[in-house]
């Protein structure tokens, strides 16, 4: 069964913590991408970043970062030196060779200045 | 740019009562999703349409229907609405089967 798994419900940071946003994933299957999404508090969700099983790589985009690690079935989100602007419920997301996404529950993440 | 537009925005229905919700999106986009959002169950698709014409199920589709005559509209009908049907629906758009999701604002439905 595939299953996106992101065990932190609500996260609350001071501004300016580094924060990580952990999420696990289930598959059998060899090819597959992960996303991360925010769900800012307007409500519209924004697709941050995709990654495809055979690209390990850590990426880094200004103060974010995300970290696959496909011996952990794992793609952790850190947001360096958080700002109040970064307070939003973030997804993570599955998609297998087929057209349909699987999404986590979801982390509430609460940056306080 | 108005990217995807959801309509209504918000809506209150008594029990038995049928509505639809409608999307639009300008991007040309081949692929549309209806997704409903309920608290501590993230994201769980209800259909989705790889083209005009054409429609799936997804994850949840039992009460739920759509139509997809426009390749710009993908329309969600609720024929008789239960309060179990009481969430915010989202729906997104994608270019072929990336994963990248264009999302709309949702529209929030209450069911009494």
């Known amino acids: 069964a595939q299953k996106v798994t992101q065990a932190q419900t609500e996260i609350s940071v001071v501004e300016k913590e580094d924060v990580t946003l952990d999420c696990v994933y289930e598959?059998?299957?060899?090819?597959?991408?992960l996303f991360w999404y925010k769900q800012p508090p307007s409500g519209e969700l924004v697709f941050l970043i995709r990654?495809?099983?055979?690209?390990?790589q850590n990426e880094i985009s200004g103060r974010y970062s995300w970290n696959f690690q496909k011996s952990t079935s794992s793609f952790n989100f850190t947001i360096t030196a958080s700002q109040v602007v970064d307070s939003a419920v973030y997804f993570c997301?599955?998609?297998?060779?087929?057209?349909?996404?699987?999404f986590g529950t979801g982390t509430r993440l609460q940056v306080f200045p | 740019n108005a990217g995807v537009t959801q309509t209504p925005k918000f809506r209150v229905l008594k029990t038995g009562q049928s509505m639809t919700l409608l999307c639009a999106q300008d991007?040309?986009?081949?692929?549309m999703y209806w997704y409903r959002q309920d608290p501590g169950m993230g994201l769980r698709l209800i259909h989705y349409?790889?083209?005009?014409?054409?429609?799936a199920k997804g994850e949840v589709p039992d009460g739920y229907n759509v139509s997809r005559l426009k390749k710009q509209n993908f329309l969600l009908g609720l024929e008789s609405a239960a309060p179990s049907q009481t969430s915010v629906y989202f729906c997104?758009?994608?270019?072929?089967?990336?994963?990248?999701?264009?999302f709309g604002e949702g529209s929030r439905l209450t069911v009494l």
């Open positions: 349409s790889v083209g005009e014409g054409t429609t």
């Open positions: 997104a758009s994608s270019f072929l089967g990336t994963g990248e999701l264009f």
């Open positions: 997301a599955l998609k297998l060779d087929t057209d349909k996404l699987i």
């Open positions: 598959t059998r299957d060899t090819t597959y991408y």
């Open positions: 990654r495809n099983s055979f690209d390990e």
């Open positions: 991007m040309n986009h081949e692929y």
